[in-house]
């Protein structure tokens, strides 16, 4: 059986957002190209001020679809849902036990709890930060619990992938990888503290839907 259909709803909700947020933010730099040019650095002054709104609205719906999925597991296991039963996102694994004992789970089969566990982001060891499970976790919870999240200009310099029409920011250890039309640029990034590399908001959200989409498939077996 397909995905449930709330939860596939819940995804198309937060891609519509995040659709909203990447042609806003291509539409703020086409039309102040020339200053960002010019500006020794970007100026924070033209920014969209709903453009971090759009963009925590958007990954709340995200995050919100696992807890949806983990809702539809629960029924389809022939439970009863409880208000404290949520889709965990935990550091160790000692966390997951906790997040899974009790009723949070109660009646759930094994094989079910055993996928969850699979896809925490504890799982990455020392690149546990960079799993799109704990980056989408962490801005929902900075997002929903304590304020907007921060984004910025920032320059960088672009260049296109031989045989793609698709530009992207060219990483610092790009080591060998070979690139055409290289140039200076500015994106909109995503500013938080635990973000040092200052990652473009409109590649890290297309990384999250992908990885949240990926997972799917693993849970039909239980439908």
């Not at 650095?41 to 709104?53: G, V």
């Not at 997002?143 to 698709?166: E, F, M, Q, Y």
């Not at 999250?208 to 989409?213: F, G, S, T």
């Amino acid at each position: 059986m397909a995905t449930p259909l709330a939860v596939q709803r819940k995804i198309v909700w937060a891609e519509q957002h995040f659709r909203a947020l990447v042609a806003q933010c291509d539409r703020h730099i086409q039309q102040h190209l020339d200053a960002l040019k010019v500006d020794a650095e970007p100026s924070q002054d033209t920014l969209p001020t709903d453009l971090a709104l759009i963009l925590g609205d958007g990954l709340q719906n995200l995050r919100s679809a696992l807890d949806y999925l983990v809702f539809e597991l629960v029924i389809a296991a022939d439970g009863d849902p409880a208000k404290l039963q949520t889709f965990p996102i935990c550091e160790s694994s000692a966390t997951f036990k906790d997040a899974t004992r009790g009723r949070k789970f109660e009646g759930f089969p094994k094989e079910m709890i055993a996928e969850i566990e699979a896809l925490q982001p504890y799982h990455a060891g020392d690149s546990l930060k960079a799993h799109p499970f704990w980056i989408l976790n962490h801005l929902t919870n900075v997002n929903k619990h304590r304020r907007i999240l921060l984004v910025s200009l920032r320059r960088t310099v672009a260049g296109k992938i031989p045989g793609t029409n698709d530009y992207t920011q060219i990483p610092v250890d790009a080591g060998t990888q070979v690139y055409m039309d290289v140039h200076e640029a500015v994106y909109i990034a995503v500013d938080e503290a635990e973000f040092p590399d200052k990652p473009d908001v409109c590649s890290l959200v297309d990384q999250l839907v992908k990885a949240v989409e990926l997972i799917l498939p693993n849970f039909d077996q239980f439908f």
